[in-house]
T-cell receptor
């Protein structure tokens, strides 16, 4: 079955460390997105990419970096510059030509700073 | 600017009661509208969507929503709440972006179901 896979489900980071969250999709979707979710704050867009080797900052990109070397993959790195990284991170994908389908979401990665 | 407003960050109902979650949108073009549900520690799952066909849209788990252009609303309802409906619900509107589109999400409504 087609879908979007995020790994790991739980991740622990020490202060000063960079960590990378994986997001892979086999839906042949053009666009991919990263969201951060904090309690009571809904979804906040970190980065998005509409095409391979190109990506755009969202509303809260500081302290994060991404790459899009393959259509299927859009990893997110949480750098040491992100001062408050503890959150739930969601990856999503969509077809740019099928607006009516909306987004497909992964199951999320919960990142905790220890 | 396009936006989505969900009235009420928390809604509490008794099991068997009517569920009504409110969503109002602003859009400069005819919209595509979506409702997503999120269970704890999971991603968002599509409940239903409006794509300019029927104004009353039926989704999964007995939910439905009615698109009312005059009121710019897309409220989500379910006649009888079940304990398993307890989750967070997000309304979203599709808006133009660059040569494509993006979804703008509301801030979410947490549904609590009392036994």
């Amino acid at each position: 079955d087609g879908g979007i896979t995020q790994s790991p489900k739980y991740l622990f980071r020490k202060e000063g460390q960079n960590v990378t969250l994986s997001c892979e999709q086999n839906l042949n979707h053009d666009a991919m997105y990263w969201y951060r979710q904090d309690p009571g704050q809904g979804l906040r867009l970190i980065y998005y990419s509409q095409i391979v080797n190109d990506f755009q900052k969202g509303d809260i990109a500081e302290g994060y970096s991404v790459s899009r070397e393959k259509k299927e993959s859009f990893p997110l790195t949480v750098t040491s510059a992100q001062k408050n990284p503890t959150a739930f991170y969601l990856c999503a994908s969509s077809s740019l030509r099928r607006q009516a389908y909306g987004y497909t979401f992964g199951s999320g990665t919960r990142l905790t700073v220890v | 600017a396009q936006s989505v407003t969900q009235l009420g960050s928390h809604v509490s109902v008794s099991e068997g009661a009517l569920v009504l979650l409110r969503c109002n949108y602003s859009s400069s073009v005819p919209p595509y509208l979506f409702w997503y549900v999120q269970y704890p520690n999971q991603g968002l799952q599509l409940l239903l969507k409006y794509t300019s066909a029927a104004t009353l849209v039926k989704g999964i788990n007995g939910f439905e929503a009615e698109f009312k252009k005059s009121e710019t609303s897309f409220h989500l309802t379910k006649p009888s709440a079940h304990m398993s409906d307890a989750a967070e619900y997000f309304c979203a509107v599709s808006v133009p972006m660059d040569s494509s589109y993006k979804l703008i999400f509301g801030s979410g409504t947490r549904l609590l179901v009392r036994p």
